[in-house]
């Protein structure tokens, strides 16, 4: 019997989520963490995310999902939003687990990660990318990724968020 492989998923949570936004929909972090382990055996996940001392329930919620947090400061940019840079934090983390996984799992279509994906995808080490829609993924992404690039836009059905209703009775 073979052993399910050991692969790690690096997720650029900024870039996730609004392109999940943008498809009209909110991604349930719960399921995509299953999805990830069962699709993709997926056995760490990390989060790139700015560190907003407001969301602490989200930071939470994403940890009791089996997601581990790699947090960045966040600066105001010229239009006072928020913003934390996560792009360096995540190739370094690849960078420094690169004999603890067998394939990585990148989340995003930035194309930011052009130099990390054809990296790891001449190594070997690529199982897949992960974008939200085709049409925000960076065309470098995409010509790098290969045919080992994937799109969330019709997973809807099974990664979407939905409001439980509570029991009036």
């Known amino acids: 019997m073979r052993q ?3 692969n790690y998923a690096f997720i650029d949570s900024q870039n996730l989520n609004l392109g999940i936004q943008l498809l009209g929909w909110k991604l349930d972090y719960k399921k995509f963490r299953v999805y990830l ?5 997926v056995q760490k996940a990390y989060i790139f995310i700015g ?10 919620s994403l940890q009791e999902a089996d997601f581990l947090l790699k947090f ?5 940019d010229a239009d006072g939003k928020l913003k ?5 934090d995540l190739v370094l983390q690849v960078m ?12 995003s279509s930035d194309g930011d990660f052009y130099s990390l994906v054809e990296h790891l995808y001449t190594h070997d080490k690529l199982e897949v990318v992960l974008s ?7 065309g470098l992404l995409r010509q790098t990724a290969k045919e080992k690039m994937r799109y969330m836009d019709n997973l809807k059905q099974k990664l979407e968020y939905k409001k439980h209703k509570k029991n009036t009775a």
């Open 4 to 6: 399910v492989a050991n």
């Open 37 to 41: 382990k069962e699709k993709y055996h």
């Open 51 to 60: 560190f907003v001392a407001l969301n602490q329930r989200l930071y939470d």
């Open 72 to 76: 960045k400061p966040t600066i105001p």
């Open 84 to 88: 934390g840079n996560v792009d360096a």
């Open 96 to 107: 420094m687990d690169w004999n603890n996984f067998e394939k990585a799992v990148i989340v």
């Open 132 to 138: 939200s829609y085709i049409k925000n993924c960076s």
